[in-house]
Each structure stands twice: as C-alpha cells, then as structure tokens.
C-alpha cells in the first residue's frame, strides 16, 4: 500500500526566499506524481505533473524533481510571494492518487 | 479555461438522510473520480469511473455510496443514509485518461451532517 509523506508540515518564511517542499513515497511503482496547490477551504489546483520517466518539471517559479528509485519528489519555489502562501499537496498516481498530508506555507511580506 | 464544476458548494444534512453530490467532468475527458478529505486529514481516494462502470474502489467506498453518470456530463455521489462520520469536503476530479495523465479537481462540496 502506498504510503506519502510531506516534509516539512508547516514552513513560515520571509517574502523573497527559495524554499524546498519535499515528498517522499513507500511504492516506487507510480505513473506519475502531481503537486497540487490548496487554499482554505477550497479545490486542489494542479500545479506540476512529473511522468515516471522524467526527472524534472518546470512552470515559472516552481521546479519539481522526482527521483522515483529513492521515493522523493521535491518542490522547489524561487522567489516566494505573500500569494504563494497555500498549503502544498503531493499525490502520486497509480490510476488513483495518494496524497500526502500536505505543507502549510505562510510567506510574510 | 475548461474546469470541473460541483455543485452545491455546501451541504447541511441530518443524520440517517440521502445526500446526492453533483459533478460536471471536463467534457473531453474519460476517466472521473469522487475524492474526500476529512477537516485536518489527508485527500482520500473513494472510487474510479471508466466507462460507465466502477474501476476501482477503496474500502471507505462501501454499499452505503454509489456513484452514477446519468447522462452525458454529470457525474454522481450519492451517500444513502448519511453518518455524522461523513462530514468532509468532498471532490470530484477527472482525467483525459487513467494512466500518466493530469488529473484536474473540482472546488469541492462540504457536506456538513448534523
């Protein structure tokens, strides 16, 4: 059974930093794994999907690694903005997604 | 932009009542999904809909739900005799296909029991 992981749970920084979210995974048979954005109370937004056979994935100020063999993706975010605060959800795909239990981002202007 | 719609946004419903959740899947794609995150707990996997039939389901997913897609774009969750246990938002999500494609979600239905 799948199992994932989201480290740091909570992560609170200054406006303009990079940060690193990082998710982890018991069961490297996996489709693919999509980080998802969720503000309170609201839907997942789709942010990056990586396929298995990729390492990487771009969009803007984010940058998703996979290292499928070790069971780790990361999210990286240039930059960061007051709006990018959210809480940050893994999930990898076998058909279905399992999530993680998400990071709680909070950037202070 | 194409997007899933839910509806209602909430739900208030009492104990031991049929709740029936509505979603609109993006028109273009096959594969659909109910999804449910309890306050404070991770998104849950509920079931899988292909082809106008089940095609996976978790052990939440038991005979007091179903699920149905009674024309060509709604797709349904039904909860027969609602527990207060069921309280949780509950998202709907679809896909272009199963396996290696993005999976987009709706904003979510809260459905409160009381």
């Known amino acids: 059974k799948q199992e994932v992981t989201q480290i740091p749970a909570a992560l609170s920084v200054p406006e303009g930093e990079n940060l690193v979210l990082n998710c982890s995974f018991t069961?490297?048979?996996?489709?693919?794994l999509q980080w998802f954005r969720q503000d309170p109370g609201k839907g997942l937004t789709s942010l990056l999907l990586i396929q298995s056979s990729q390492r990487e994935q771009t969009s803007g100020r984010l940058n998703a690694s996979l290292d499928k063999s070790s069971g780790r993706s990361t999210l990286y975010i240039a930059a960061s903005q007051p709006g990018d605060s959210a809480t940050y959800l893994c999930?990898?795909?076998?058909?279905?997604?399992?999530f993680g239990q998400g990071t709680i981002l909070t950037v202070h202007p | 932009e194409p997007e899933v719609t839910q509806t209602p946004s909430h739900q208030v419903t009492q104990m031991g009542q049929e709740v029936i959740l509505r979603c609109v899947p993006i028109s273009n794609h096959l594969y659909f999904y109910w999804y449910r995150q309890i306050l404070g707990q991770k998104v849950e996997f509920l079931v899988s809909?292909?082809?106008?039939?089940?095609?996976?389901k978790s052990e939440i997913f038991d005979d007091q739900f179903s699920v149905e897609r009674p024309d060509g774009s709604n797709f349904t969750l039904k909860i027969r005799s609602t527990k207060l246990e069921d309280s949780a938002m509950y998202f709907c999500?679809?896909?272009?296909?199963?396996?290696?494609?993005?999976?987009?979600f709706g904003q979510g239905t809260r459905l409160t029991v009381v």
């Open positions: 069961d490297s048979a996996i489709y693919n």
């Open positions: 999930g990898t795909s076998y058909g279905k997604l399992t």
């Open positions: 999500a679809s896909s272009p296909l199963n396996a290696g494609t993005e999976a987009f």
């Open positions: 809909f292909y082809n106008n039939e089940i095609s996976e």
